[in-house]
């Protein structure tokens, strides 16, 4: 899974991703042109406490691939700001599972806002709107092609384009008012004839408010704002002080607790932050525990034993046979497998199961 960090120059965007990644990119460039990548864990207490079960060898998280990116340059007439990005750096972007909108919402006499004011409300619409017309060029560019060339070809090629063609056509006039692909309800036939496109619109999306170390008080006041004239879909809103976050990441356990205390904050923002991630691409995670490891696998949610089979391995799932299954919760309070299955809490799934995140699951297969 990757996410996209993206922002305005001056947002404060690489100071998140050094936050998340615990990474020492070089920030203050106002928009250059570095790209930074960092792989990061996803928190989950649960493999801890499974491991005081098993003692195992090791302990494997599902992770996260951060992608900070630099600022695209503002559109103009005949120039559209984002397909302007260095060509890796717009596959990047356009490669992302979703994205992370880190928005400026701190001031500072001595590192002044581009724009000369700090409006978070102002800055999301424009990194909104340069989004909008890639999605809306790449559309006409698309259209124009299937109005000549897509009329040739065989007859299943004809009619896949002219499938394509009417989804384009009703997704042009959506773009042209400033909709997102994400608010246009589209099928799963829809969303697969379009999926090679990779629109930036049709992307999940974290607005991440960036905000100062003074105004963390007033943070959960300006998300409800900004969350009340952002009613998309597949986007949530929050806040976190990023400056902070990473002066914190510096600091050890002890030292961290009492900055803060001093603070008045109860825990970092970081997990939360992470954990919303996963939460923003629709992933749930099952769980393998052993003596060699215990460890998460992320998959969809609504994924089927046969899907969790094939995360493990392609193998698991072409012989799959059944899946051995036990909520989190009750394998912690029994103690052990064989506790839980003289309680009758190990159940025998099919292929058609539905897996529940937190579910502890071993893969019965043919060879």
Known sequence: MQIAIVGLAGAGKTTVFNTLTRGHAET?????????VGVVKVPDDRLDRLA???KPKKIVHADITYVDLPAPPASSEGHVGAEELPAEHLARLRDSDALIHVV????????PHPAGSVDPARDLEQLDLEFTLADLAMVDRRLERLRGSGRHGTPAEREANEREQVIL??????????????????????EKAIRGFRFLTQKPVLVLLNVGEGDLGDAPALVDRIRAGYPHQHALVDALSAKIEME?????????????EELGLEASSLDRVIALSYRLVGLISFLTAGPDEVRAWPIPDGSNAVDAAGAIHTDLARGFIRAETIAYEDLLSL???AEAKKHG???????????RDGDVIEILFSR
Do not use: C, H
């Open 28 to 36: 203050g460039g106002y928009g250059g042109l570095q790209l930074n």
């Open 52 to 54: 005081d079960v098993f």
């Open 104 to 111: 400026r919402a701190w001031d500072s006499p001595a590192n």
């Open 169 to 190: 056509e009703r997704l042009k006039p959506a773009l042209e008012a400033g909709t997102p692909i994400r608010d246009v309800a589209l099928d799963g036939d829809e």
């Open 248 to 260: 914190l990441g510096e600091l050890d356990a002890d030292e961290a607790a009492v900055f803060m």
């Open 335 to 337: 103690g052990s497998i």
């Open 345 to 355: 809490k190990v159940r025998s799934e099919g292929k058609t199961y539905r897996v």
